[in-house]
């Protein structure tokens, strides 16, 4: 009989990520070869440190323009995705970010690069929301968290075989970064293009009135106008006050590609470069291994739990790097940090999506990209004037303590949501 038990949740694990949508298996596919060839931007900070010669503070600043176009990108494009639909915005995006990216293969080591990949930033930070609302509108609450578990597990599974590319052309032939970049986002571009169909309510339901031969004014101004992103987030302040946590999470997530990798190059010089893709890599092999039976075990739990136990989580595998030299200890605080990164990564996006009105998916969605990159824009100058002061190491301590205070704060937000649904509160979600 324990056998049988024992069987049945075997069975029930793998299917976890079974009879989705059919949509859903071609954004699997399309994010897996994105990511794939997604070599530029890891490289980064590596890239103007040791390639342009620039400080650490300096390297902070053109991090920060570098997000901020992404902010920018991800606020308009979310807006558009809820006024020309998804599949638009998510065509034009991807061809722009590769328009920005092809010149920076010919340029060398010039200076010109990194205000070329503020441009690129700007269209590639257009692109998530635009697929996050798709996933949002053909999922539901049964499955959501799969979904978005299932998509980041296809993400970091190509993120993983890129990483271990990008390390040996980073050395080697840097200007296949950015060319290999380029051909990822071609292919994808061809598949959204053959198989990803427009998914918006408002013109399905457009389209569906005109096929009924319901007359001449059944088109889109029949649909319902989408409200006001700022009036939507006072009707419901918990998802701001969600919001603003979440900065904080990403930010202490961001050390991954800042102090991480200045960290590794101070240890191991020449082969820092090597020793970092390792890293990645090691980070996204344990993304695809621990991603679904993290999500099938902990498929009960609020989402907003779990986004409470990844900054615990940070806490440990951010905070032991003030001790550590060895590549082994690295991937051990790595194994355990990445935890807390695949509690975050599907969490807040399912969060968000439980709560957002239908007519605004794509901008409540964007909150998502835009609190990642406020973590991105803040960390690299502050964190980047304290290492040229009081080097890396110093680092992990401030983490460490805004890891408990994320962890503590996004607490208090479950209780306080859980309080305005007892006393009959207005705590919309979207069920």
Known sequence: ??????????????????????????????????????????????????????????????????????????????????????KPVLMVSQIATALFLLPCAFLGESILIPKLLIFAAFFNGAVHPAIDAILVDVSNPDNRKEIFSFIYLGLNLGFGIGSLIAGFLYTNFMQLLFLGNVLAIIIVSIIIGLYVPETMPEIIMAKTLKNAHKGPGADLLNIKKPEKMISALMNQPIVFYFFLVSIIFFLVHSQFFFSLPLQIDDIFLEHGPKYFGAVMSFNCFIVVLMTL?????LRHNRPIINVFWSGLLFAVGFGMLRWISFLGWILLSTFIWTLGEILLRINAGVYIANHSPDTLR??????????????????????????????????WTIIFILSITASVLMYLIYRYENNSLNKGGKVNINL
């Not at 490289?43 to 991090?63: H, Q, R």
């Not at 794509?362 to 406020?374: A, P």
């Not at 690299?380 to 890396?392: E, S």
């Open 293 to 297: 039976p993290i999500t099938w075990l």
């Open 1 to 86: 009989m324990q056998t049988n038990t024992s069987n049945k949740k075997i069975k029930d694990l793998f299917l976890t990520y079974y009879g989705f949508p059919k949509v859903v298996y071609f954004v699997f596919i399309a994010r897996f070869i994105n990511a794939i060839g997604y070599f530029v931007f890891p490289f980064l900070t590596l890239f103007l440190t040791k390639n342009l010669s620039l400080s650490a503070d300096k390297v902070g600043i053109y991090l920060m323009l570098v997000e901020m176009g992404r902010i920018s990108g991800a606020l308009l494009g979310g807006k558009m995705a809820d006024y020309l639909g998804r």
């Open 362 to 395: 794509g901008r409540f969605n964007s909150l998502v990209t835009v609190s990642g990159s406020i973590g991105r824009i803040v960390g690299p100058p502050l964190f980047g004037i304290i290492i040229t002061d009081f080097g890396v190491r110093s680092i």
